[in-house]
């Protein structure tokens, strides 16, 4: 039987298209990753961050990179109507915080998953936020299907692996539920185990069945009775993933080149991005 849980939905900007700004298309090509710009970078005292050399992206071209980064802008009033909360600033938070010791007994908070040939962090990171949830709420350890919603939502979020709105994710959640991962899994199951991870896969087709034959689609379902955002305010944030758990954050992905002044170091350092990412940890220390 499916479950009902209050969501949350976490958009701290208004997410960008999938796109890394301050790129021309001729630099496609180029790696991502470049070893001047981090000296530049870690040169400049007031650029206000570190830059450092990711492994896992290391040899990713800007193209490669682009196709991975699943988060289109959402329409224009389809905020307009999703309730915003709020926290008093009266709540006393602790200097530190992990969701992951917090709900030791869910494993689910913290694993790392991977999308592979295609743009669909949008849907990952609502599907993990949510299972978290019904660990955290219900007691319920479950996994649930990012094939699901990457597949059966249609147009109403976007273009599957070529991107989709966060928002509508949850709002799939509370209009039509996800089915469990057993029911539905993910449909790239390989993952990305080369450098690009090319090529990219087109989204995959809804089929409305259970892998298993034994097993009714519809009984799999697992649904939300709402869901709502969060005010960007750093405590507001803080103070859900303290109460309520993990949260999906929608943020700007900008490329910092070797020949910017200082002025543009500091317009240009890390920002909330166009990608996805589950929240749920904080240290003040």
């Avoid at 988060?71 to 006393?92: I, M």
């Avoid at 995959?204 to 709502?228: G, L, R, T």
Wanted: proline share 6%; charged share 20%; glycine share 8%.
């Amino acid at each position: 039987m499916g479950g009902e849980l209050l969501l949350a939905l976490l958009l701290v900007s208004a997410a960008a298209a999938p796109q890394v700004l301050g790129v021309g298309n001729g630099d496609n090509h180029m790696r991502i990753i470049q070893e001047d710009i981090i000296e530049t970078v870690n040169n400049h005292p007031s650029a206000g961050w570190t830059a450092s050399r990711n492994p896992y992206f290391s040899n990713y071209t800007i193209a490669q990179f682009k196709h991975i980064l699943g988060v289109k802008p959402a329409p224009q009033n389809a905020l307009s109507n999703v309730p915003v909360k709020t926290y008093s600033r009266s709540l006393e938070l602790p200097k530190e915080f992990d969701a992951r010791s917090a709900w030791s007994r869910c494993s689910t908070i913290g694993n790392i998953l991977d999308q592979g040939h295609c743009g669909s962090c949008w849907a990952f990171g609502a599907v993990e936020c949510l299972q978290d949830r019904f660990c955290i709420h219900l007691n319920m350890s479950i996994l649930l299907s990012v094939n699901d919603l990457l597949a059966c939502c249609g147009f109403m979020c976007g273009d599957g692996c070529d991107g989709g709105y966060p928002i509508e994710a949850w709002r799939y959640f509370v209009q039509n539920g996800v089915v469990t991962d057993e029911c539905d899994p993910y449909f790239d199951p390989v993952g990305c185990k080369h450098p690009g991870c090319e090529p990219a896969y087109p989204t995959p087709k809804c089929e409305k069945k259970c892998k298993e034959q034994n097993q009714v689609w519809q009984e799999k379902k697992h649904f939300s009775i709402d869901a709502y955002r969060i005010n960007s305010d750093p405590h507001d944030i803080m103070a859900e993933v303290y109460k309520n758990g993990p949260v999906e954050v929608a943020f700007t992905v900008y490329e910092v080149s070797k020949d910017m002044t200082k002025a543009e170091q500091e317009k240009h350092k890390p920002k909330n991005k166009s990608g996805i990412y589950s929240n749920m940890l904080w240290d003040h220390s």
